[in-house]
């Protein structure tokens, strides 16, 4: 069995993971659990002899993949295809990107995969009154309006200053919009205005919208490929730029700043 996770909502997929493994856990115990990285090439061989071994110990058992996209796509199809219908260990992977056509039976039944989106406002003031109430605290919408607004989908910082908030003085528990004053929070510049600015004319605008950007804690690899959707005329310098970084010789923030100075 295959679990795919993937999407731009790092956080909501790091708290998945949790759940899937905790469920794991709960029934199976830790024995049968495994986590490999494949940044790392030397994890390959013993991620096979642990998938492959037959134990009277482990009646099922749970391969944790991360950074699977290291791998060449079609020598990973080739690893991960024939786990689709096996019943006795189940193969989980997280990802940021959706997978290229040669892994797309990633997101095709029978696996189980799943999308986390970032959440636009209104779902994300929604999730931060939630995920207040967890922490023992009544958020009001207003004030989660202000959140969503200031952190753009960004559900890492959200948590963050939620746990923040969360030890204001406040006599009845009740957080409105006027207890935030105290964290200074502005509403996030326009996403989309952004990607506008990176493309204009003017290199100091670029360098700008750039800076911004930046500031949003966005990853350098997630503004390059919007860029590469969005950045039409780009597109001969854009695939240079994708092939050197994905053959190891330039690093996506270099590929970023030199498409935003050029």
Request: a negative charge; hydrophobic letters at 45%; aromatic letters at 10%.
């Amino acid at each position: 069995m295959l679990i795919f996770l993937y999407g731009p909502d790092d956080y909501r997929r790091a708290q998945k993971k949790k759940d899937i493994i905790a469920e794991f856990t709960k029934k199976r115990g830790s024995l049968g659990l495994r986590e490999f990285d494949f940044e790392n090439k030397e994890e390959i061989a013993p991620f096979e002899e642990f998938a492959a071994n037959q134990s009277i110990f482990d009646s099922a058992k749970l391969a944790v993949v991360s950074n699977a996209f290291e791998m060449e796509a079609k020598q990973l199809s080739k690893l991960l295809k024939p786990f689709v219908d096996r019943k006795d260990i189940t193969i989980f992977l997280s990802e940021h990107d959706e997978p290229v056509k040669a892994i797309s039976f990633l997101v095709e039944e029978p696996v189980f995969s799943q999308k986390f989106e970032n959440l636009d406002e209104a779902t994300l003031a929604a999730f931060a009154v939630a995920e207040a109430k967890k922490m023992g605290f009544a958020l009001d919408f207003s004030a989660a309006q202000v959140l969503a607004a200031a952190h753009q989908g960004n559900t890492w910082a959200l948590m963050t200053d939620l746990q923040k908030i969360g030890s204001l003085p406040t006599s009845s528990k009740v957080v409105a919009k006027k207890d935030l004053d105290e964290f200074n929070l502005e509403a996030a510049p326009n996403y989309w205005a952004l990607i506008t600015g990176l493309k204009s004319a003017d290199s100091r605008m670029r360098l700008l919208a750039l800076e911004k950007m930046l500031a949003l804690n966005d990853p350098p690899a997630k503004i390059f490929n919007i860029l590469a959707s969005q950045w039409q005329e780009k597109i001969p310098q854009i695939a240079e730029f994708d092939f050197a970084v994905k053959s190891g010789k330039l690093e996506y923030e270099e590929a970023v700043l030199d498409l935003v100075l050029g």
